[in-house]
């Protein structure tokens, strides 16, 4: 069964850092572009961070560039979302999903996504 695990969230003051992880169960997560989306209450899911399986590129949303750095751990075949200088508004699900393609942002373009962790960013 093929699954992505997302873990690492929480609640955290404003100012604060987080690490989300992202692993595959099933499958070797280094040949999928791996992205991370969120989705706060009563808005659309956000792509904000995405890397490339190819180079190893990656890019990010406007609302979370400086801020945020995502990078891939091969030996452990995990990818993990650096979150730094959080604000309340980064309160949301986060997602991690696994595109077999070349896809980023948009969300149609992934094949497995996880369940979801939540992060709350609140003092």
């Known amino acids: 069964q093929v699954q992505v695990v997302e873990s690492g969230g929480g609640l955290v003051q404003p100012g604060g850092s987080l690490r989300l992880s992202c692993a595959g169960v099933g499958f070797i997560l280094d040949y999928y572009t791996i992205g991370w989306f969120r989705q706060a209450p009563g808005k659309e899911r956000e792509g904000i961070s995405c890397i490339s399986s190819s180079d190893g590129s990656t890019r990010y949303a406007d609302s979370v560039k400086g801020r945020f750095t995502i990078s891939r751990d091969s030996v452990k075949h995990t990818v993990y979302l650096e979150m730094n200088s959080l604000k309340p508004e980064d309160t949301a699900v986060y997602y991690c999903?696994?595109?077999?393609?070349?896809?980023?942002?948009?969300?149609?373009?992934?094949?497995?996504w996880g369940q979801g962790t939540q992060v709350t960013v609140s003092s």
């Open positions: 999903a696994a595109d077999a393609g070349y896809g980023c942002f948009n969300a149609y373009d992934y094949d497995y």
